[in-house]
């Protein structure tokens, strides 16, 4: 009988030594719950991504004759072709007016070749300081619809045009600059793209 009653608590022993395993291994409450992960925001001191710029798309033109309605019609057209030829030393210029600039306006025309919706020109001039808008129009002769501001001319002056397709794209001068003569050495033409 001793030994059963060894054996018992032995047994109870060895029972009580499992349990005290299982039970400190397993978690206490505040253990068991889930861990919610944190997340932070962006603090006011972190830049703000920059939207990317546009793509826009050059329109090849060519710089193909004036626009004359008040005059004789020419307006040193055969020198039309240097204000898209890509050499800023060459240009394009009107006729020289040594009094008051009396018409309405004179004009630089350019043929892109096909119908187009120009979104900006941007022209490059040795004489700055006269007045211009940009035209469209499907003939070169006319007529033509003003899709920019007027601005007055700076060494580089670009325009962002309205909406508006068409072929011909007319540089209108309505003021000359104090040599007399204005003069467009380079004018490029681009598209949204």
Same mark, same amino acid.
């Given at each position: 009988?001793?030994?059963?009653?060894?054996?018992?608590?032995?047994?109870?022993v060895?029972?009580?030594?499992?349990?005290?395993?299982?039970?400190?291994?397993r978690p206490?409450?505040?253990?068991?719950?889930?861990?919610?992960?944190?997340?932070?925001?962006?603090?006011?001191?972190?830049? *703000?991504? @920059? &939207?990317?710029?546009?793509?826009? /798309? =050059?329109?090849?033109?060519?710089?193909? !004759?004036?626009?004359?309605?008040?005059?004789?019609?020419a307006?040193?057209?055969?020198a039309?072709?240097?204000?898209?030829?890509?050499?800023?030393?060459?240009?394009?210029?009107?006729?020289?007016?040594?009094?008051?600039?009396?018409?309405?306006?004179?004009?630089?025309?350019?043929?892109?070749?096909q119908?187009?919706?120009?979104?900006?020109?941007?022209?490059? *001039?040795? @004489? &700055?300081?006269?007045?211009?808008? /940009? =035209?469209?129009?499907?003939?070169?002769? !006319?007529?033509?619809v003003?899709?920019?501001?007027?601005?007055?001319?700076?060494?580089?002056t670009t325009?962002?045009?309205?909406?508006?397709?068409?072929?011909?794209?007319?540089?209108?001068?309505?003021?000359m600059?104090?040599?007399?003569?204005?003069?467009?050495?380079?004018?490029?033409?681009?598209?949204a793209?």
């Amino acid at each position: 009988m001793r030994t059963r009653l060894v054996a018992g608590a032995a047994l109870v022993v060895l029972l009580g030594g499992f349990a005290a395993i299982v039970f400190s291994g397993r978690p206490s409450d505040d253990a068991s719950r889930e861990t919610v992960p944190v997340t932070t925001t962006a603090s006011a001191n972190a830049p *703000t991504p @920059t &939207p990317p710029k546009p793509k826009r /798309v =050059r329109i090849p033109v060519k710089g193909i !004759g004036a626009y004359d309605p008040d005059g004789d019609r020419a307006e040193n057209d055969s020198a039309a072709t240097l204000s898209t030829d890509g050499v800023f030393s060459t240009a394009w210029k009107s006729e020289r007016y040594r009094r008051s600039f009396t018409k309405t306006g004179v004009g630089l025309v350019l043929d892109a070749g096909q119908p187009v919706e120009a979104t900006r020109v941007v022209v490059s *001039t040795e @004489t &700055p300081g006269y007045m211009a808008d /940009v =035209r469209v129009g499907s003939s070169p002769t !006319g007529p033509f619809v003003s899709i920019s501001n007027e601005q007055s001319m700076r060494a580089r002056t670009t325009f962002v045009l309205k909406p508006r397709s068409g072929r011909y794209v007319l540089l209108w001068i309505t003021s000359m600059p104090e040599e007399g003569a204005a003069a467009v050495n380079e004018i490029t033409v681009s598209a949204a793209g």
